[in-house]
């Protein structure tokens, strides 16, 4: 079996570390692997309120990736806010280049729950190119609505599911709240229900998803078992304390 010990994030700084590189590296290190981050964005929020997003120059973005490769053997890739699916696409390309076993976990975040708006809807064309690039993509519910507008929710996942693997986000559904989905291999679907009866909810919630997926995915279980393991760890962090910032409990592999 392969071994895995370096997980790289791409995503933004939240200085309340709920979200974005921090929480993504406090994940890794639960989880026994040693968190590598490239910074795309300094965002002045807290765990209630997005307020701006400063965006890293995508010159920077390139370069600081390439310096680690050059260092360390990075084969798991977690995304998350990035400026625009151009700039998007631009890394995809450079971590393909580096290394063309890589596996991505793309969080293709539009929109802070508290309010922000990351990307716009123009540049449709190049998503088909993104996803194909991807291993596995995490929107939540109000993301899959906004990726294809024109589209309903079926026929988004079937579209995208034909090109990569998506594990929708389900803590923002008003049917079914906190159950996932994933779709694979083309639209096999497979729920992934909540495990507790009662969760505290949180900031940066879909980062530790995305996160701790990274981790199994590195981890090598099969796709329905290594994305059963990552909603069962964010719910376990989810209900850590009452607060809007939870606690990450040190895992071990066998756990996983
Ligand atoms: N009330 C809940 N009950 C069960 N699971 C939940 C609940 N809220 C969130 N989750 C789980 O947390 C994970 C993140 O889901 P969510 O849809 O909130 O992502 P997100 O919108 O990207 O996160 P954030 O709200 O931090 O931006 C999912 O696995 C989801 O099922
Ligand atoms: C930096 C950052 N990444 C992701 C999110 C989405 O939770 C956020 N609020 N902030």
């Known amino acids: 079996m392969k071994e895995y010990k370096y997980i790289l994030t791409i995503a933004g700084h939240d200085p309340s570390g709920g979200a974005g590189i921090t929480s993504d590296i406090k ?4 989880h026994g692997f040693y968190g590598l981050s490239v910074c795309t964005a300094i965002t002045i929020q807290n765990d209630i309120d997005f307020k701006d997003c400063i965006w890293t120059d995508p010159k920077v973005i390139l370069s600081q990736i390439e310096t680690l490769f050059e260092r360390f053997e990075i084969s798991i890739v977690k995304i998350g ?5 151009a700039t998007l696409l631009l890394i995809l390309n450079k971590l393909h280049a580096l290394n063309s076993e890589v596996k991505i976990v793309l969080d293709p975040i539009i929109k802070a ?4 708006d990351f990307h716009s809807q123009e540049s449709q064309d190049l998503l088909d190119e993104i996803w194909e690039k991807c291993y596995i993509i995490t929107p939540n519910y109000n993301e899959i609505q906004l990726l294809y507008p024109h589209l309903d929710i079926e026929e988004t996942l079937e579209h995208i599911a034909s090109k990569t693997n998506i594990y929708l ?3 923002h559904r008003t049917d079914k709240k906190g159950w996932d989905e994933l779709y694979h291999s083309g639209i ?3 729920n992934i229900p909540p495990n507790a009866t009662k969760i505290s909810e949180k900031h940066g919630s879909g980062c530790v998803l995305s996160s701790s997926l990274a981790c199994n995915i590195a981890s090598e279980l099969d796709l329905e078992d290594t994305c ?3 909603k069962y760890y964010t ?3 989810l209900n850590s304390n009452e607060s809007l910032l939870g606690t990450h409990t040190k895992i071990h592999k066998e756990e996983i």
Do not use: D, H, N, R
């Open 188 to 190: 096999v679907m497979v």
């Open 228 to 230: 059963k393991a990552a």
């Open 27 to 30: 994940t890794f290190e639960a």
């Open 235 to 237: 719910e376990q962090f």
């Open 81 to 85: 806010i990035i400026q625009s699916w």
């Open 169 to 171: 986000k389900g803590g």
């Open 113 to 116: 729950t508290a309010g922000f």
